[in-house]
């Protein structure tokens, strides 16, 4: 019975049955007739059989949506993490962009940490009063090293302590 005559609730047997190649083993055929055989066979299916059959296909090489699956051979899996591995560092050993957090303030200094917190941010006077009143709190995000530097060398100064992310 060709596959296109299977009823779709058993469309995933059917691919794995292409897949194992169960159906195709016919004594005496050359292989390029069995792959034509079987190009022939896959064409037929309908939508979501060949739907199943990628699925089961994938899983059967060791791969799923993101990159080689968890159960796949240590070799596809050691391919995996090398490419995804060696970007990261690279970004990692390239950081640029960095956070400023205020860590907490001495009580005596608030005020100077508010008109501070003003001077590198947009924010109004309330909005300086209630994030530094947050402390620990990130209070610029994304700043060059040396802008971030020098506006904890400033808080350091007035009495609070910031550090660096």
């Known amino acids: 019975m060709p596959l296109s005559r299977i009823?779709?609730?058993?469309a995933t047997a059917a691919a794995r049955t292409l897949l194992l190649g169960r159906r195709f083993s016919v004594a005496g055929e050359s292989r390029p007739q069995k792959l034509e055989r079987i190009a022939g066979e896959l064409l037929d299916l309908?939508?979501?059989?060949?739907?199943?059959?990628?699925?089961?296909?994938?899983?059967k090489l060791g791969l799923d949506r993101f990159g080689p699956a968890a159960g796949a051979s240590p070799a596809v899996a050691a391919a995996g993490q090398s490419a995804e591995g060696a970007p990261a560092a690279a970004a990692a050993a390239e950081k640029t962009a960095f956070d400023?957090?205020?860590?907490?303030?001495?009580?005596?200094a608030k005020i100077k940490v508010i008109k501070e917190v003003r001077t590198f941010t947009d924010l109004g006077l309330k909005e300086a009063k209630e994030m530094v009143e947050k402390a620990p709190v990130?209070?610029?995000?994304?700043?060059?090293?040396?802008?971030?530097?020098?506006i904890i060398a400033k808080l350091k100064e007035i009495g609070a302590v910031a550090v660096l992310e």
């Open 46 to 59: 309908s939508p979501l059989e060949m739907y199943d059959y990628s699925i089961l296909f994938r899983l």
């Open 100 to 108: 400023i957090k205020l860590e907490r303030f001495d009580s005596a």
């Open 7 to 10: 009823p779709l609730r058993s």
């Open 138 to 150: 990130v209070l610029k995000k994304g700043v060059t090293k040396e802008e971030a530097e020098s």
